[in-house]
Nanobody, 125 residues
């Protein structure tokens, strides 16, 4: 059974940093393009960042460019999202998603086939 698992969420003060991670069982993440999405209360799920299978191509939502970094360790089969200068409005559940494609998959959620259950990030003001 395929399962993506996010970890590393928690409570952080505005302006702080946090790294969330994504691992999987039943699925070699190293063979997938990956993405991070988030969903705040009462809002639609939105794209945050994506990365190609080899890690050479990345893409970001305009709102997080420069502050967030997506990276992957294909030896550890883990994908990370490093978030800096966090804002209270970025409080959300953060999800990782996998697309069975070697290429950067972009911001369209339907492109991604597998999803984790999410990890809660709360940014306090």
């Amino acid at each position: 059974q395929v399962q993506l698992v996010e970890s590393g969420g928690g409570l952080v003060q505005a302006g702080g940093s946090l790294i969330v991670s994504c691992t999987a069982s039943g699925l070699p993440l190293r063979s997938y393009a990956m993405g991070w999405f988030r969903q705040a209360p009462g809002k639609e799920r939105e794209f945050v960042a994506g990365i190609s299978m080899d890690g050479r191509t990345t893409g970001y939502a305009d709102s997080v460019k420069v502050r967030f970094i997506i990276l992957r360790d294909n030896v550890k089969d883990t994908v990370y999202l490093r978030m800096n200068s966090l804002k209270p409005e970025e409080t959300a559940v953060y999800y990782c998603a996998a697309d069975p494609s070697p290429y950067y998959s972009g911001s369209f959620a339907a492109t991604y086939e597998y999803w984790g259950q999410g990890t809660q990030l709360t940014v306090s003001s």
